[in-house]
């Protein structure tokens, strides 16, 4: 599975933008999906996540009610819709995907096996 990132950009605070992920292959239905970020001198935070068969989502509380996560099945894409964006969102983000990833695991970046290749996303103030 390949995972290829685009839909960063340079937006104003309050701004959106909506970064997508697609896989090179039809799997990708099978896997639970996720976007993490790390900005400059910081670790690899957990952003949201979408389950492959429930559809169930998870949030970090950093962007529940101005982030939303959905897949397309049917072209191997899943997307972070950004709203009201604030300078701190500033980040490289990633896509990835896990394999029967657990409730419990799915905010650790360990659990995902594949890797895209990230996409900046900077928001000015």
């Known amino acids: 599975v390949q995972l290829q990132a685009s839909g960063g950009g340079l937006v104003q605070a309050g701004g959106s933008l909506r970064p997508s992920c697609t896989s090179s292959?039809?799997?990708?239905?099978?896997?639970?999906m996720g976007w993490f970020r790390q900005a400059p001198g910081k670790e690899r935070e957990f952003v949201a996540a979408?389950?492959?068969?429930?559809?169930?989502?998870y949030y970090a509380d950093s962007v529940r009610g101005r982030f939303i996560i959905s897949r397309d099945n049917a072209k191997n894409t899943v997307y972070l819709q950004m709203n009201s964006l604030k300078p701190e969102d500033t980040a490289v983000y990633y896509c990835?995907?896990?394999?029967?990833?657990?409730?419990?695991?799915?905010?650790?970046?360990?659990?995902?096996?594949?890797w895209g290749q990230g996409t900046q996303v900077t928001v000015s103030s």
């Open positions: 292959v039809r799997t990708y239905n099978t896997r639970a």
């Open positions: 979408i389950k492959p068969s429930s559809g169930h989502t």
């Open positions: 990835a995907a896990g394999q029967r990833v657990i409730q419990s695991a799915i905010r650790d970046p360990k659990a995902y096996d594949t």
